[in-house]
């Protein structure tokens, strides 16, 4: 059973780019999660797409947004990049109706903007 | 709002010694608490959990209490091993109010190193 899978691995970009980063979720789930982790801090969340829409949004700017699509694996578009965007970019997926709710997480895309 | 608060680091022990890793949170309601372990040039694993008041997580030999009194859930271990070396990060998610359910806030991590 695969667990949560990101890509691209690494990312390199430039100031003013736009980048697409694509998460597939652990077999099962429903519910995926996105979390920005910065180099030397702690994740910080930026949003979660349940059904195919944006369910619950952190304290990030609209130039982040993202999809989720029927087969429930999503995308996280940042549009004109800045310095400060880069980090290593989270992605968690769980199963809604569990009791429990656990979220897994996948080995991230690492970003770097220059 | 919601804050994880852990002690600073970064801790550096012999193999064999005790672990004992602070974390005291904020939150609203009764927010569930987590140890994750991030390993290097990998993703987050759960270590453990705690979903109420007085519960033990534990797994790998380590343990963490959920004790609302003090709102802290520290992390322990008897007897650490090199292999443990790695980023231990606490992280609560509120109940208090569906808009913030599924949504884990995270404190600023801990790296451990564990000499032979």
């Known amino acids: 059973d695969a667990g949560v899978t990101q890509s691209p691995t690494h990312l390199i970009k430039t100031r003013g780019q736009q980048v697409t980063l694509r998460c597939s979720p652990k077999?099962?789930?429903?519910?995926v999660s996105w979390y920005q982790q910065a180099l030397g801090q702690g994740p910080q969340f930026i949003f979660q797409?349940?059904?195919?829409?944006?369910?619950q949004r952190g304290n990030f700017p609209d130039r982040f947004s993202g999809h989720q699509f029927p087969n429930y694996s999503s995308e996280l578009n940042v549009n004109a990049l800045l310095l400060g965007d880069s980090a290593l970019y989270l992605c968690?997926?769980?199963?809604?109706?569990?009791?429990?709710?656990?979220?897994?997480f996948g080995p991230g895309t690492r970003l770097t903007v220059l | 709002g919601n804050s994880v608060t852990q002690m600073e680091g970064p801790v550096t022990l012999s193999e064999e010694a005790f672990l004992t890793i602070n974390c005291t949170y904020t939150?609203?309601?009764?927010?569930?608490l987590f140890w994750y372990v991030q390993y290097p040039g990998e993703g987050l694993q759960l270590l453990l959990k705690?979903?109420?008041?007085?519960d033990k997580g534990s797994n790998k030999g380590f343990e963490a209490t959920y004790r609302k009194e003090t709102t802290s859930f520290h992390l322990e271990k008897g007897s650490v091993q090199v292999s443990d070396s790695a980023v231990y990060f606490c992280?609560?998610?509120?109940?208090?109010?569906?808009?913030?359910?599924?949504?884990?806030?995270f404190g600023q991590g801990t790296i451990l190193t564990v000499h032979p």
């Open positions: 797409y349940y059904e195919e829409e944006e369910r």
């Open positions: 939150a609203t309601g009764y927010p569930s």
């Open positions: 992280a609560l998610r509120s109940r208090a109010g569906g808009t913030s359910y599924g949504k884990l806030t």
């Open positions: 968690a997926s769980s199963f809604q109706s569990s009791s429990y709710n656990e979220q897994f």
């Open positions: 705690a979903t109420k008041a007085d």
């Open positions: 077999s099962g789930h429903d519910t």
